[in-house]
T-cell receptor, first 113, second 111 residues
Framework: DTAVSQTPKYLVTQMGNDKSIKCEQNLGHDTMYWYKQDSKKFLKIMFSYNNKELIINETVPNRFSPKSPDKAHLNLHINSLELGDSAVYFC????????????FGPGTRLTVL | SQQGEEDPQALSIQEGENATMNCSYKTSINNLQWYRQNSGRGLVHLILIRSNEREKHSGRLRVTLDTSKKSSSLLITASRAADTASYFCATALSGTYKYIFGTGTRLKVLA
């Protein structure tokens, strides 16, 4: 059973489109995260939710909007995609925010043409 | 500015040798963690060391933490080709919910 799953695994789209990435965890964790990994492998936190409440909101364009319908799901919606949004997006979860192991999903490789 | 800097950026060793990589950070932390990322995959947690701990072992891994120098090291003993991956340190900043990841060390173990 996959602990943290993301869909889709690959996403290729045109500039200006709107797209969503979904994440689900079956670990019973309270906290979920979205990270962006650029072409140089630098991993940067974007958002974090604890029990459906937003607790981290980094300096991210407001074209990016996270949504947590319940504590097992954290989706990422991106409006008006730009070339610079091309990256690998990772979802992660942990039992406790900032004091615990994070479990990562396999990533979604987004390519904006 | 970036919290975690890792050194070296890349490391190439022969199978059976030990690999050491270092991580430096800038502010107070709750804990520091090391993760491994195989090419095209997500990150896998290796070990967590809390700010009041100095050393931790897990199998062939040994992690040290020096909070006075704001640095940590990861030692992989008797390396194997399967250890080839990128290794990242992540610091949980005191008083926040944030994890900051380092720049990573790309380790290549030659068979």
């Amino acid at each position: 059973d996959t602990a943290v799953s993301q869909t889709p695994k690959y996403l290729v789209t045109q500039m200006g489109n709107d797209k969503s990435i979904k994440c689900e965890q079956n670990l019973g964790h309270d906290t979920m995260y979205w990270y962006k990994q650029d072409s140089k492998k630098f991993l940067k936190i974007m958002f974090s939710y604890n029990n459906k409440e937003l607790i981290i909101n980094e300096t991210v364009p407001n074209r990016f909007s996270p949504k947590s319908p319940d504590k097992a799901h954290l989706n990422l919606h991106i409006n008006s995609l730009e070339l610079g949004d091309s990256a690998v997006y990772f979802c992660a979860s942990s039992q406790v925010a900032s004091a615990d192991t994070q479990y990562f999903g396999p990533g979604t490789r987004l390519t904006v043409l | 500015s970036q919290q975690g800097e890792e050194d070296p950026q890349a490391l190439s060793i022969q199978e059976g040798e030990n690999a050491t990589m270092n991580c430096s950070y800038k502010t107070s932390i709750n804990n520091l963690q090391w993760y491994r990322q195989n090419s095209g995959r997500g990150l896998v947690h290796l070990i967590l060391i809390r700010s009041n701990e100095r050393e931790k072992h897990s199998g062939r891994l040994r992690v040290t933490l020096d909070t006075s120098k704001k640095s940590s090291s990861l030692l992989i003993t008797a390396s194997r080709a399967a250890d080839t991956a990128s290794y990242f340190c992540a610091t949980a900043l005191s008083g926040t919910y944030k994890y900051i990841f380092g720049t990573g060390t790309r380790l290549k173990v030659l068979a």
